[in-house]
């Protein structure tokens, strides 16, 4: 009987499209083909559909919503609709949700599956890519590591690591080119990168003078130099800090606290930091959060990722438990370690693993954050001066506007023995244009295939294109151009790209950055100050102590940015607006950006002619309006009061954009 199983023919699975990858994009694409009348076959080398959309990132890099339209924005009101058909539209999981922006896992997964199931497509899993079938520039069928195989008339890489045109011959590249490549000034190593950075002085030698674990001991390379070096991974975590849904950190198999020495040095330098400074536990509905890197020393694994691009199965899976047993163990350390300040141990042992979260998991995400692997180098290479200087295309197919962000690629000991992070950068963009050409190969390398996720772009610009809603958007534009090259009968690269465009705008994908609601030229929504009626401080009139960071990247804002205490140097920093008003009694409103990495707790002192006034003011909620927060009434002496922002005891960013005296009724 065995003899003749092994002379059974192996299954040639056809249809015409084949998607390979079943993430976020990949999901998209297959509802895209499918609306467009043709048959699609959505296969996936592991066991998990929506990669991080269902894999714990639910607080979503949006950037500008406005941005986000068509199928993507299909997703996240869907998403919204689950929340209030459930809960009612006043729930407060229907607040939490942000219209459809903030969710669970679990509804992630509910709302994807609900679209995959509508078109009739049911992935397919542990389909491991083993090789290419290729007729000169065409891909004619892939076959995975079981000895199925799958043709088609058009192939769809929808992996986050590009596992498809790397086998099919397409060229690509991993790591950060060096300056000289593109012109781009934000290009290779980073002079110094201040997000997530030691503030402190931390030693990173042991007692022989070697580096500690965690720290690298190569090369770190000079400014403006490329590498092969590839921004952090990590996983993001659903916890919660609700009694009955939450499953404790536990010691996992292998754990060796003598990995964090530097973790216990940092924390000893200092004893002040809260849980909210080393991760970032962001809300969700239900009171489970979406916990991403905060800090010097957090969930992101430093260092750890270099070789998974390229990786083969051995080396991949390698790398992904070097990882879960990171993040497991740096909760652990948190959790138990007696060199954890008292305080900070309590407070992390408030929260635990949310347990109505991937229950066949462990409740840990199946997912790991590949921010970056390979990415293509196709017909259009898109770099800095796509996201900030030639913003629109004629080839439109998707919009992104969020910062470009890049996690650090490496951790090393200078020359003072003290540990740097490098190789995070962080900078605001308006909304720009996604050209089609950086969805397909060069037309020489393959005919029939498209990229919705590892696209072609520098390190620098996928910094910002590397979102969800961004591949979401893509997915859709691959799954319409493919069904267009099917129906031509012609390559991707030959389609006629204005009816593409016009079936994408159709279907209510915005396409271009130009005139966006509520956005102006720069990106970000500001207030009108001739309309609030009162006297206006803005923080470029402020009297700072400590180091304040500047940022204009969300709105709606006062002036031309805001400030930020970056989450570091507690009880240091300072925001002094004076009251520059006549004798009299007024109104006192806060204004800032909100936001979900925000304070929930900014100190805000009012001093004017009675005395003081404190208050606390949650940052992450919104306001209505121009009104901005109301602090309250008081009485002013010209020449005399200020309002002073301070970051003492703050759990989050503490924002200081401006402060409006209006006189009072």
Not at 74 to 83: C, S
Not at 252 to 278: C, I, N, S, W
Not at 452 to 460: D, K, L, R, Y
Request: glycine share 10%; with cysteine.
């Amino acid at each position: 009987m065995l003899s003749l199983l092994l002379l059974l023919p192996l299954a040639d699975h056809k249809a015409d499209v084949v998607i390979y990858g079943a993430t976020s994009g990949g999901a998209l694409a297959a509802v895209s083909a499918v609306r467009e009348g043709k048959t699609v076959l959505l296969i996936d080398p592991d066991t998990h559909l929506g990669g991080l959309i269902t894999g714990g990132l639910g607080a979503t890099d949006t950037g500008n919503r406005a941005a986000i339209g068509g199928y993507s924005r299909e997703f996240f009101t869907r998403v919204r609709d689950y929340y209030i058909a459930r809960y009612g539209a006043t729930s407060k999981q229907v607040k939490d949700c942000s219209d459809g922006y903030r969710f669970e896992p679990s509804v992630a997964m509910l709302t994807l599956k609900a679209m995959l199931a509508e078109v009739k497509v049911t992935p397919t899993f542990k389909k491991r890519l083993k090789s290419v079938k290729k007729t000169g520039k065409t891909i004619e069928q892939i076959v995975t590591e079981d000895g199925d195989s799958y043709s088609g008339k058009i192939f769809i890489d929808a992996t986050y690591e590009g596992d498809l045109f790397a086998a099919a011959g397409v060229k690509y590249h991993v790591g950060r080119e060096g300056r000289e490549v593109y012109g781009e000034s934000l290009a290779g190593v980073q002079a110094f990168s201040r997000a997530h950075q030691f503030h402190v002085p931390v030693n990173g030698l042991d007692a022989m003078k070697k580096p500690l674990p965690l720290i690298y001991t190569g090369d770190p390379g000079k400014p403006g130099q490329g590498d092969k070096k590839v921004q952090a991974y990590n996983y993001r975590l659903c916890i919660t800090d609700r009694k009955d849904n939450r499953v404790p950190f536990t010691k996992p198999e292998g754990y060796d606290a003598a990995r964090f020495e530097l973790l216990a040095r940092y924390l000893k330098a200092r004893p002040d930091v809260k849980f909210g400074q080393l991760c970032n536990p962001i809300r969700m509905p239900n009171e489970k959060t979406d916990t991403n890197n905060n800090g010097p020393f957090s969930t992101d694994h430093i260092g750890a990722n270099w070789d998974y691009p390229e990786g083969d199965r051995a080396t991949r899976e390698r790398i992904l438990k070097d990882h879960i047993l990171y993040t497991k163990s740096f909760l652990y350390f948190l959790a138990s370690d007696p060199r954890v300040p008292p305080e900070l141990q309590k407070e992390v042992n408030r929260w635990g693993h949310a347990k109505d979260e991937w229950t066949d998991n462990g409740n840990f995400p199946p997912q790991i954050y590949v921010r970056e692997a390979r990415r293509m180098v196709g017909a259009y290479v898109m770099t800095q001066k796509d996201l900030m200087a030639e913003r629109t295309k004629d080839d439109s197919v998707a919009l992104g506007s969020y910062n470009a962000d890049s996690h650090h690629a490496q951790r090393f000991v200078k020359a003072d023995g003290t540990v740097i992070n490098e190789g995070d950068f962080q900078v605001p963009v308006d909304p720009y244009a996604i050209s089609y050409r950086c969805l397909t190969p060069k037309a020489e390398e393959c005919g029939n295939l498209l990229v919705c996720i590892a696209v072609s772009t520098s390190h620098v610009a996928y910094g910002s294109v590397r979102m969800e809603p961004v591949f979401l958007s893509l997915g859709q534009a691959a799954g319409v151009a493919a069904a267009q090259a099917i129906d031509e009968g012609t390559s991707v690269q030959k389609i006629a790209v204005t009816k593409l465009t016009d079936k994408l705008k159709k279907q209510k994908a915005v396409l271009s950055p130009v005139g966006l609601p509520g956005r102006p030229k720069s990106g970000v929504a500001r207030i009108d100050v001739k309309k609030l009626g009162g006297v206006v401080v803005d923080d470029s009139q402020a009297i700072l102590t400590g180091e304040w960071k500047s940022s204009a990247s969300l709105g709606p804002l006062v002036g031309e940015g805001y400030l930020h205490d970056d989450n570091a140097e507690k009880g240091k920093l300072r925001a002094r607006f004076p009251a520059k008003v006549k004798a009299g009694k007024y109104e006192v409103r806060l204004y800032f950006p909100p936001g979900v990495n925000r304070a929930t707790n900014t100190l805000v002192v009012v001093t004017h002619d009675g005395g003081t006034f404190e208050k606390r003011i949650d940052q992450r909620a919104r306001w209505d309006d121009n009104r901005g927060v109301s602090l309250g009434v008081f009485s002013f002496t010209e020449g005399k009061g200020h309002v002073e922002i301070r970051n003492d005891g703050s759990n989050g960013h503490v924002i200081a954009d401006a402060v409006l005296f209006a006189p009072a009724k």
